[in-house]
């Protein structure tokens, strides 16, 4: 399975973007690129995911580097709520024999600061 | 979240114990699984299930088995439950592929 590769730890202020960066040089043609946040003891929630192009919506834009080697989870402006355990997860979206399963790294832990 | 409900949230037994985590969701999702996280680490798939009576193995299943004989619940079976087990449970559930994943709240499982 194609890994990633994320920072242990990021810190922002509250209010301020956040950049969660995200390297996945191995990323097959049909992977795509999955981001999730663990809120301290929640199961994990589902943020954003894309396969070429950028993508938005209400809690952040994922910005897809050209050759897809790499991705940024971006957080237009951080409160303290968005504090969590980011993972980038590479998947395939429909069909195959995934199942639809999720292989999670250890992710980067966001401090926010008010 | 997607109407999943662990039960129990948090339970202590013993070494050698039979324990069973039960995962029931509302949202008649095909697709349910078993994770489990240890501390500073994220999380690995025990076993999933992709229909009813239609489960398989993942990532790190020795010890554990599971079973769904319904939509709308998949257990998970510690025969006899180790050291080594105690973890954070979560469950999950997925409507169809392509769309994202639904997670519950989690089972705190210590075993002594």
Known sequence: ?114 | DAGITQSPRHKVTETGTPVTLRCHQTENHRYMYWYRQDPGHGLRLIHYSYGVKDTDKGEVSDGYSVSRSKTEDFLLTLESATSSQTSVYFCATLERLGLPQHFGDGTRLSIL
């Open chain 1, 1 to 114: 399975d194609a890994k990633t590769t994320q920072p242990n730890s990021m810190e922002s202020n509250e209010e301020e973007p956040v950049h969660l960066p995200c390297n996945h040089s191995t990323i097959s043609g049909t992977d795509y690129i999955h981001w999730y946040r663990q809120l301290p003891s929640q199961g994990p929630e589902y943020v954003i995911h894309g396969l070429t192009s950028n993508v938005n919506n209400r809690m952040a834009s994922l910005a897809i580097a050209e050759d897809r080697k790499s991705s940024t989870l971006i957080l237009h402006r951080a409160t303290l709520r968005d504090a969590a355990v980011y993972y980038c997860i590479l998947g395939a979206n429909a069909g195959g024999t995934s199942y639809g399963k999720l292989t999670f790294g250890q992710g980067t832990i966001l401090t926010v600061h008010p």
